[in-house]
């Protein structure tokens, strides 16, 4: 469980996030009904995950939190913008998110997708208006526009929409059964995730739990798995590692250790889905703020109904583990970012 202490500087974290997001949407020259919408799904709350991972590794890294606060901003705005969008009738057609009435069924479909645009392009504003160096700032926004796009979390939610329809684009395979846990009781197998990354980027190695294909048993369940990590490694993974680099950017950190901070961020995303695709099927509507079960309903790719639950939760911590180990060459310093990791898979919303 995660310490008081963890949670008191966690909380702390939260806040300053809060009011700098709040500072972010002052003064800006909008028509009301946008501002109006903006705000709404912005100041919603949240765990404010993907803030606090700048601001935990730019401290880890030497680098002051004023300049830590404007791609902190940056980063939550665009993954408020991507629930905007992903809660829309064409995407998940969700009614509610963080506990409150979904964006198009308070504003309507058209201004929904205007304030997921604002806020996008927002993001870069923010950048733009950061204190920190113009080399630095071009930097931030191309980490930025890298894990937000077709290589990262655009592409990742294109994936997601052809799994629903069966068809894996890329992979040459089409309807994998998500019907039931077909790994529950499975033996485990050592198979490392298939190269993914970017050049010279170390891809989490994940143990796919489920039978092996050699004796007899369906390569669904083992595609399967792959091709799901794949999905949220772009979709959830990628601007969760970009948090972390953003922070290593702004705290002037060495490339080795940005890229022990982007694995570790890699690790977590996964580790953070897996953990959301448990919650939607044992989690209750008031705890987690969102519909439960509509994974299963949209007939969605999810760890549970490929691996069963049990081997989704082991799945996860080796994964926060992982994350752990890349994160060790800091030393006692890199406490906060471990306590983080742990609270991820813990958590009950």
Request: charged share 20%; glycine share 12%; hydrophobic share 40%.
């Amino acid at each position: 469980m995660a310490t008081e202490g963890f949670q008191q500087h966690l909380k702390t974290l939260q806040q300053q996030v809060e009011a700098a997001l709040l500072r972010s949407l002052q003064g800006r020259p909008w028509p009301q009904p946008l501002a109006q919408a903006v705000e709404y799904s912005l100041m919603a709350g949240g765990k404010r995950l993907r803030p606090v991972l700048v601001l935990l590794a730019s401290d880890l890294c030497g680098g002051i939190q004023a300049a830590a606060l404007s791609p902190a901003c940056a980063i939550e705005m665009i993954h408020t913008y991507s629930l905007i969008h992903d809660d829309l009738p064409a995407m998940d057609n969700d009614d509610y998110r963080r506990g409150r009435l979904t964006s198009h069924r308070v504003f309507g479909e058209a201004l929904a997708i205007l304030a997921g645009d604002a806020l996008l392009t927002l993001a870069f504003e923010v950048v733009g208006e950061s204190p920190a160096g113009a080399e630095i700032r071009a930097e931030l926004s191309t980490v930025l526009a890298k894990a937000a796009g077709g290589a990262g979390m655009v592409g990742g939610q294109v994936l997601d929409l052809e799994a629903e329809r069966g068809r894996f684009p890329g992979t040459g395979e089409s309807g994998v059964s998500v019907s039931g846990p077909s790994a529950a009781g499975a033996t485990e197998v050592a198979s490392s995730f298939p190269a993914g990354g970017s050049a010279g980027e170390i891809v989490p190695n994940l143990s796919c739990f489920g039978e092996n294909p050699a004796n007899g048993i369906p390569v669904s369940a083992v595609s399967g798995v792959e091709h799901l990590s794949r999905i949220h490694r772009m979709k959830t993974g990628a601007l969760i590692a970009a948090s972390l680099e953003l922070g290593a950017v702004v705290g002037g950190a060495t490339t080795e250790q940005r890229l022990q901070l982007r694995h570790y961020g890699l690790c977590i995303g996964l580790a953070f889905q897996i953990a959301d695709d448990v919650l939607d099927v044992t989690g209750d509507a008031t705890r987690l703020g969102k519909t439960p079960g509509r994974d299963v309903d949209l007939g969605k790719l999810t760890y549970p109904a490929l691996l069963g639950l049990e081997a989704s939760r082991r799945q996860a911590e080796t994964l926060v583990q992982e994350a752990c180990d890349s994160v060790s060459h800091f030393g006692p310093r890199s406490g906060w970012l471990q306590e983080l990791a742990r609270f991820i898979v813990e958590r009950d919303h």
